[in-house]
Every structure is written in C-alpha cells, then in structure tokens.
C-alpha cells in the first residue's frame, strides 16, 4: 500500500497570520507531508512571518527558494513578491504578472499543484478578503485531489472561503481547530498499488 497524498497546498490571506499560527501548531512534529504556503504579502515583506511560523511549529518552516527539493517533513513559505509554484520534486518562483492582484498567488500554487500532482494533493484554502484560491481549488478537485475550505464562521474573513464554496466542492468545510486533525488523518490514507 502507498500513501495516497504527498502533498499539502494551503492559501491564505486576510487574517492569515493567525490562521497558519493556528494551523501549525497543531500538527506533530511526525507529520510527514510537505506543507506549501501562500499567505498574500506585500513586496516590502521582511522575513517576520517565517519567523513567527517558526516559533510556532513543531515542524521546520523556511521560506522557499528557487529550485529546492521539495520533501517532507516540513513547510515551505512563499516569499514577498514571487509566485510559488511546485514541480514534480522542487520548488520554482516566478515573478510573472500579478494573479488577482497577488504575487504570490494561491491560484498559481494550487493550479501548480493539481498539474504535477494530481489526486495526491490535499487544497486548504483559508481566511481571506478576496476570490484568489478558488480557481486553484477547482483545479485540485477536478484531477480528483482533497478540497478543505475553512468554515466561513471561523474565518476572520469570510470572503475567500466562502467564494469558494459557491464554486467548488469542497471535501470538508472544516473550523479552523479542526484542519489540523483532517491533515493528519488523510496524511495516513493509503491506496492499492
């Protein structure tokens, strides 16, 4: 048996911070998927939010660099101003237009992902004030991967996850106390060779 996802792709915005903060600290320091980050930023970013994701994880948090491995354990961060795009086995940043305004952008990520990854990818769109995920979800969906949209309820803003349960259908609708738990279950789904 092999495990059926390899690969955890998670976009957010608005309220973020919070968001991810949240999010890490409740996985283990054994889970064993890579974890993949958009969180929109200013170009002017510095490297604050890594260092916080930092503190706040069991699991080791960087910010991507082009060409890099891409392997678990561990968590990939977008960095201000480049798209974040995975290929079959490494990280690649583009500074091509602006998607929905954004660079990076969770579209690109996630439609990356769907591409390359097919049914192994797990989408987890979070908080956030505009439409940026939800192409990149119905991306995911459609090549048969895992959809996670955080309940609008729980989202600091409901905007993006809710723009996206008008136009995708999602796995799970989830609190955001309980993505954490979802992940590490589906992180030991396995399939027939």
């Not at 976009?11 to 911070?17: D, R």
């Not at 958009?38 to 060409?67: C, I, M, T, Y």
């Not at 439609?111 to 390359?116: C, I, Q, R």
């Amino acid at each position: 048996m092999t495990a059926r996802y390899q690969l955890v792709v998670v976009g957010t915005s608005t309220g973020g911070l919070h968001a991810l903060t949240r999010l890490l600290s409740a996985l283990p320091a054994s889970y064993r998927l890579p974890i993949v980050i958009v969180q929109h930023r200013s170009k002017d970013s510095d490297e604050r939010l890594s260092g916080l994701l930092r503190a706040a994880s069991l699991l080791p948090v960087r910010e991507a660099e082009d060409k890099e491995p891409l392997q678990g354990p561990g968590v990939y961060l977008g960095p201000p101003d480049y798209h974040l795009l995975v290929e079959p086995s490494s990280i690649a940043l583009s500074t091509e237009e602006p998607v929905t305004f954004s660079r990076p952008s969770i579209d690109v990520l996630f439609e990356s992902a769907a591409y390359f990854h097919g049914s192994s990818v797990i989408g987890v769109l979070l908080t956030g004030a505009n439409q940026d995920g939800t192409r990149g979800l119905q991306e995911i969906k459609q090549r048969g991967g895992y959809v996670i949209v955080q309940d609008p309820a729980s989202a600091e803003s409901g905007f993006m996850p809710n723009n996206a349960l008008r136009n995708v259908p999602a796995d799970r609708v989830l609190g955001l106390d309980m993505i954490a738990p979802e992940l590490v279950m589906r992180a030991t789904d396995t399939e027939a060779p």
